[in-house]
């Protein structure tokens, strides 16, 4: 019988340092929703500019890729700030700014590579700020902080849950091939609590039936799960372990917001159909 001490290294984490940190953020995020709701976006500049530039990186180190790292920086502070006072129209004007400028941007340093280096650039773009300004789009909304934490909770719970399942009952290897350590006993255990925590969030905090938030909650999980595994593709085909090294326990603010970047997008359009905004 394997020892109990043992079973963390199971889900591939140093658990103390994972959960110091998980809570550490955890205060961060909530301090700026409850204090005035509109810090919240400042909490997701700074983590759009750490996430581009742990990508970048990610990507410079695992292909010897060069992507436009100014313009994605700059591009990216612009999707997340004018999504806030002009909503999708000033993200999707940001965006495809973002990307003219990219192409004449890297025109600087000549025709080799040119095409690979503004490609990943605008997968950059698109994966890591145009993704993340979803959870702008949710929490300017009269009742946004209900939606950002509705979305979160979610996300939470959906990360407790798969982790408790797949550490006790984990058996059946969801993805051997992109993520061995992930299992289909731990996608369980993440949609019961997904879709629990989306039933209490859409009926208490937004005023939803609370069928209507089990569903959002269960699709949310399909996207966290699916989300991880993007990842874990991106850093197979890169040949990296971690995105970075900045949270200890994590890895980089990339490998913690992996869940979370398609999710946003996805709990954005389920909260605009299930709890239209008023």
Known sequence: MVPSASRPSRAG????AA?????????VIL??????????IGVL???????????????????GIEVPIT???????????LSWPFGLRGLAISFVLTALAML????????VHYVRDVTAGMFTAAYVPLFCSFATLMVVADDGLGRVLTFLICGVASDIGGYAAGVFLGR???????SPKKSWEGFAGSQVAGMLAGALSVHFLLGGAWWWGALTGALLVVSAT???????????DLGIKDMGTLLPGHGGLMDRLDSLLPTAVVAWLLLSIVVPVQ
């Open 71 to 81: 313009v994605l920086l700059v591009g990216g502070q612009a999707m997340v700030w």
């Open 172 to 178: 059946h290897p969801m993805a051997p091939m992109i």
């Open 104 to 111: 004449i941007w890297r025109m600087r340093t000549g025709a």
């Open 226 to 236: 699916l989300g991880d595994l993007v990842e874990s593709m991106i850093k197979r």
């Open 19 to 27: 959960i110091a940190v998980g809570v550490a953020l955890g205060v």
């Open 45 to 63: 500049a700074v983590a759009t500019a750490v996430g581009t530039w742990e990508l970048a990186g990610a990507l410079r180190r695992g292909a």
């Open 13 to 16: 984490r140093d658990l103390a």
């Open 31 to 40: 301090s700026s929703l409850l204090f005035q709701r509109h810090f919240f």
